[in-house]
T-cell receptor, first 112, second 113 residues
Framework: SQQGEEDPQALSIQEGENATMNCSYK?????LQWYRQNSGRGLVHLIL?????REKHSGRLRVTLDTSKKSSSLLITASRAADTASYFC????????????FGRGTQLTVWP | AAGVIQSPRHLIKEKRETATLKCYPI?????VYWYQQGPGQDPQFLIS???????DKGSIPDRFSAQQFSDYHSELNMSSLELGDSALYFC????????????FGSGTRLTVV
């Protein structure tokens, strides 16, 4: 079964707009991560947020984590066509062995 | 900076053949993970190694086996290949079981015909 569920499944926006993707999970976690994947390519790590953190920034990326609601959001500000990709959240389900459980991902398309 | 290196990038095999995928982790990373990503699917955990010992096992078929060698590179061996094994196979490495994050390789795309 899937740990993370991203919504929306697909998001289409214009360049310059902000893109918000959400992720929900069902168990306790040590941390939650967001990854980006261009079509058929490798996974690129974006941000890791720990369970005791509520918000984290990296450049145009902002991630929030609400452990009471078991949800996280990824905000990409001032989006660019190059941001077009699939975005996945992944959690560890509280495991200390390092295994990641991925959600189904959000396909983001940014139109020039 | 060095990344996780996977080889080959692409592999085409026939049904019932055997395939071997290789992964070279980032130097000094002590844990290696293998994931399988089917078309349009999210990555699924297969198996991991910590300091050359198997540390965790996921939904890996019995036809698959993996090991980590003394130089820390890892190999995923897949036998009696089936059409459904066609997927992107990722290797990732980390320090300290991922508490500092993970680095993924670019993947090996396996096509079984």
């Amino acid at each position: 079964s899937q740990q993370g569920e991203e919504d929306p499944q697909a998001l289409s926006i214009q360049e310059g707009e902000n893109a918000t993707m959400n992720c929900s999970y069902k168990t306790s976690i040590n941390n939650l991560q967001w990854y980006r994947q261009n079509s058929g390519r490798g996974l690129v790590h974006l941000i890791l947020i720990r369970s005791n953190e509520r918000e984290k920034h990296s450049g145009r990326l902002r991630v929030t984590l609400d452990t009471s609601k078991k949800s996280s959001s990824l905000l990409i500000t001032a989006s660019r066509a190059a941001d077009t990709a699939s975005y996945f959240c992944a959690t560890d389900r509280g495991s200390t062995l390092g295994r990641l459980y991925f959600g189904r991902g959000t396909q983001l398309t940014v139109w020039p | 900076a060095a990344g996780v290196i996977q080889s080959p990038r692409h592999l085409i095999k026939e049904k019932r053949e055997t395939a071997t995928l290789k992964c070279y982790p980032i130097p000094r990373h002590d844990t290696v993970y293998w994931y399988q990503q089917g078309p349009g699917q999210d990555p699924q955990f297969l198996i991991s190694f910590y300091e050359k010992m198997q540390s965790d096992k996921g939904s890996i078929p019995d036809r698959f086996s993996a090991q980590q060698f003394s130089d820390y590179h890892s190999e995923l061996n897949m036998s009696s290949l089936e059409l459904g094994d066609s997927a992107l196979y990722f290797c990732a490495s980390s320090l300290g079981w991922g508490k500092y994050g993970y680095t993924f390789g670019s993947g090996t795309r396996l096509t079984v015909v």
